[in-house]
């Protein structure tokens, strides 16, 4: 039976993904790295902004400090939350239903947990949450399972108990591995062209497709 619901927060609840993806996509540009927002989001969804930055800094070849580059990138976003902050499409009206059945609810992001705080109590949904959980309270973030589990905990669940909403392959693999059911959030259409199907227990384009019934039928 199904008692809780855990939330990736960018890119499900927040639309906080493309800002990143658009700030990283400028400041790998600085640095001689093509790539799109919406190709570094999909291959790194889900990862803390230093493995993505160590990982794209090796590849490159480039001596640049991942954890210089995070400051800067994280100063960048910042100043773009200011202004510009929007839930996704259907997310709000999906916590509030969950929220009205009594399911347990939980988020568990690759953010620092005072960005999660930030994003959630800008979006007017911090209070209906019942556990926040950040990559940088566990051992090993995403795909790991570590923060699924810590979350679970919290809420008070065990992890059968649980629905992971996931838009990047990592958080997908990572609670599945914690044994989660899992609904992978396909807003872009392509995640199509990744794993996700093997993780994924329902994949949905909208987070409109999702109610109660939807749900505990997984």
Known sequence: MIKAIIFDMDGVISDTER???????????????????????LRYAGLTFPLMFADLFAKHNISYS?????????????????TDVQPMP??????HVLHTANLKLGVASGAHLYLIDLILSRLNVKDWFHALTSSEEV???????????LTAQR???????CVV???????????????????????????????ARTYADVMVQSLGELNVDVISRL
């Not at 809420?155 to 108990?161: F, M, T």
């Not at 990592?170 to 396909?186: R, T």
């Open 19 to 41: 800002i990143y993806g658009e700030v990283s996509e400028a400041y790998l540009k600085e640095h001689g790295i093509i790539m799109s927002a919406r190709e570094t989001s």
């Open 66 to 82: 991942p954890e210089d580059a995070t400051r800067e990138v994280m100063q960048r976003s910042l100043k773009a939350f200011e």
């Open 90 to 95: 259907g997310a709000l009206e999906l916590i």
């Open 139 to 149: 051992a090993r973030g995403k795909p790991h399972p570590d923060i699924f589990l």
């Open 155 to 161: 809420l008070g669940v065990q992890p059968e108990e």
């Open 165 to 195: 909403i996931e838009d990047g392959m990592h958080g997908m693999i990572g609670a599945k591995k914690a044994g989660m059911k899992v609904v992978a959030l396909n807003t872009h259409g392509d995640l199509e062209q990744t794993d």
